[in-house]
Structures are given as structure tokens and as C-alpha cells.
């Protein structure tokens, strides 16, 4: 059972262009996290999405940023017009029911944005 | 494979107590120990991370330890507050990130 799949690993963005990261859940999991962790920082929630439906966005920036989990294919964390303080770790996290403590990790994205 | 276990399972306190959360895991080769708060419904809140080089670290009435050689991190809190109430989960990152069951807290008013 392949754990939660995250791509790319590293991406490299200039100020303006568009970062989209993905994250494929674990088998059987319908329940996908996405945090961000700034450098020397923990982890901070972003969002929490179902197939097909977003359940709590409270810590997506209100411009910029979205997010989808489509009934087939990976989740995905749209970011247009990337700016440097855009420049972290992204992780996404599945679980196979609303149960955080079931949550896996993926290995995350490193977004650089120059 | 890393495991974490957080004890106790469930925690009620009347208002104003202070309180220990215990977490341990059984690879002591961590990068980070992190606390989370998890409310209803919501996602993580990362509340203390501390990294394996540090002992503890403090933000406002929360105070987080981790003895790494010998598997365990505490959660204190000072003087809780009904607004406390929530589940917390530690989690400690080798190559990926495992978590506790966590301690849903209960603060009674």
C-alpha cells in the first residue's frame, strides 16, 4: 500500500507564474489535508477537503490560493501569482475518515519562489 | 516504524487546573516533536514544535518537553480555560510525520 504521494518534490517558481502541487491520498483514504510550513516553523493547517467537497478552508490566504479534490485524481493546491513569502514546505496529509489522528503524511513539496 | 502513544486517552478538569498531556514514541531518532489541537471538525492548529536538539519550548500558558533518549514529550498547561477544550496530538517526524491517538481534554466552567 504506497503511501500518500506528493509531486513534485521541489518546484521552482518565478514571482507571477502559477504553482500547482498534488497530492495523491492513500488507498482507500477520502479525506486529504493540505499544511504549510514556513522555514523554522511547525506546520499550519490550510485546508481539508472530501472528494468533491471542501470542508474547513480557515487557514487558506483568502486571495491566490484554492483547492480541489475531484472525484478521480489527486488533490490538488492551485497558488497563482506566487510571490517569495509563498516559498515553503506544502504537505498534504490523507486519512481515511474525519479521524486527524489517522492522518499520513506525505513526503511534501518545497516551493521556491525566486 | 515509529509509534506514538499519548496517555491519558481523555482528560476532564475543572477550570483554573494546570495539567500534564504525555506523549511517547519508540524511535528516538526524530527530527521534530510537534503539538497540534485539533477542534471538531477542524483541522490541525500546530500549538509547539520542537525541534531534537531543543529540551522544550514555551508559547503563553503551554509548555512542551521532549527527552528524546528516553521516548517522551509532555504538553503542560497552565490555569485551563473551558475554551482548552479540544483533542491534542503530538506527532514526531522521522522520514514522515506519525501521530499520537491524541487526549481529548475536556475543561469543565
Same mark, same amino acid.
Request: hydrophobic share 30%; charged share 25%; with cysteine.
Given at each position: 500500500?504506497?503511501?500518500?504521494?506528493?509531486?513534485?518534490?521541489?518546484?521552482?517558481? !518565478?514571482?507571477?507564474?502559477?504553482?500547482?502541487?498534488?497530492?495523491?491520498?492513500?488507498?482507500?483514504?477520502?479525506?486529504?489535508?493540505?499544511? !504549510?510550513?514556513?522555514?523554522?516553523?511547525?506546520?499550519?493547517?490550510? &485546508?481539508?477537503?472530501?472528494?468533491?467537497?471542501?470542508?474547513?478552508?480557515?487557514?487558506?490566504?483568502?486571495? !491566490?490560493?484554492?483547492?480541489?479534490?475531484?472525484?478521480?485524481?489527486?488533490?490538488?493546491?492551485?497558488?497563482?501569482?506566487?510571490?517569495?513569502?509563498?516559498?515553503?514546505?506544502?504537505?498534504?496529509?490523507?486519512?481515511?475518515?474525519? !479521524?486527524?489522528?489517522?492522518?499520513?503524511?506525505?513526503?511534501?513539496?518545497?516551493?521556491?519562489?525566486? | 516504524?515509529?509509534?506514538?502513544?499519548?496517555?491519558?486517552?481523555?482528560?476532564?478538569?475543572?477550570?483554573?487546573?494546570?495539567? &500534564?498531556?504525555?506523549?511517547?514514541?519508540?524511535?528516538?531518532?526524530?527530527?521534530?516533536?510537534?503539538?497540534?489541537?485539533?477542534?471538531?471538525?477542524?483541522?490541525?492548529?500546530?500549538?509547539?514544535?520542537?525541534?531534537?536538539?531543543?529540551?522544550?519550548?514555551?508559547?503563553?500558558?503551554?509548555?512542551?518537553?521532549?527527552?528524546?533518549?528516553?521516548?517522551?514529550?509532555?504538553?503542560?498547561?497552565?490555569?485551563?480555560?473551558?475554551?482548552?477544550?479540544?483533542?491534542?496530538?503530538?506527532?514526531?517526524?522521522?522520514?514522515?510525520?506519525?501521530?499520537?491517538?491524541?487526549?481529548?481534554?475536556? &475543561?469543565?466552567?
Amino acid at each position: 500500500n504506497a503511501g500518500v504521494m506528493q509531486n513534485p518534490r521541489h518546484l521552482v517558481r !518565478r514571482r507571477g507564474q502559477e504553482a500547482r502541487l498534488r497530492c495523491s491520498p492513500m488507498k482507500g483514504h477520502s479525506h486529504v489535508y493540505w499544511y !504549510r510550513q514556513l522555514p523554522e516553523e511547525g506546520l499550519k493547517f490550510m &485546508v481539508y477537503l472530501q472528494k468533491e467537497n471542501i470542508i474547513d478552508e480557515s487557514g487558506m490566504p483568502k486571495e !491566490r490560493f484554492s483547492a480541489e479534490f475531484p472525484k478521480e485524481g489527486p488533490s490538488i493546491l492551485r497558488i497563482q501569482q506566487v510571490v517569495r513569502g509563498d516559498s515553503a514546505a506544502y504537505f498534504c496529509a490523507s486519512s481515511p475518515r474525519d !479521524r486527524a489522528d489517522e492522518q499520513y503524511f506525505g513526503p511534501g513539496t518545497r516551493l521556491t519562489v525566486t | 516504524k515509529q509509534e506514538v502513544t499519548q496517555i491519558p486517552a481523555a482528560l476532564s478538569v475543572p477550570e483554573g487546573e494546570n495539567l &500534564v498531556l504525555n506523549c511517547s514514541f519508540t524511535d528516538s531518532a526524530i527530527y521534530n516533536l510537534q503539538w497540534f489541537r485539533q477542534d471538531p471538525g477542524k483541522g490541525l492548529t500546530s500549538l509547539l514544535l520542537i525541534q531534537s536538539s531543543q529540551r522544550e519550548q514555551t508559547s503563553g500558558r503551554l509548555n512542551a518537553s521532549l527527552d528524546k533518549s528516553s521516548g517522551r514529550s509532555t504538553l503542560y498547561i497552565a490555569a485551563s480555560q473551558p475554551g482548552d477544550s479540544a483533542t491534542y496530538l503530538c506527532a514526531v517526524k522521522n522520514n514522515d510525520m506519525r501521530f499520537g491517538a491524541g487526549t481529548r481534554l475536556t &475543561v469543565k466552567p
